[in-house]
């Protein structure tokens, strides 16, 4: 079983940062991938970053590119989401999310927290 708790979000500024924060806990030993998805209402879930907590390699999804970074805290078994250069279209349910190694979906969820960006 493995919990996660999102933080972070709130309302800003086009061209603001924010770090949204994941907290992990129970069997975090268990974890392949982990995760940060967003969905704005009326749209499909999206990828938005991920980190494999065994070597931290990274990817991203295109719309974030080079203004998003995904980094993690082993001893304290965070995962953050630093958001630079945020745009409108960056509003969403930002969603941490964990994939376990026996899984070949991400299987765990945290129940998200808001992000809105004004013009």
């Known amino acids: 079983q493995v919990q996660l708790v999102e933080s972070g979000g709130g309302l800003v500024q086009a061209g603001d940062s924010l770090r949204l924060s994941c907290a992990a806990s129970?069997?975090?030993?268990?974890?392949?991938?982990m995760g940060w998805f967003r969905q704005a209402p009326g749209k499909e879930r999206e990828f938005v970053a991920r980190i494999t907590p065994s070597d931290s390699s990274t990817y991203y999804g295109d719309s974030v590119k080079g203004r998003f970074t995904i980094s993690r805290d082993n001893i304290q078994n965070t995962v953050y989401l630093q958001m630079n250069s945020l745009k409108p279209e960056d509003t969403a349910v930002y969603y941490c999310a964990a994939r376990r190694f026996v899984s070949r979906e991400y299987d765990y969820w945290g129940q998200g927290t808001q992000v809105t960006v004004s013009s």
């Open positions: 129970g069997r975090t030993g268990s974890i392949y991938h």
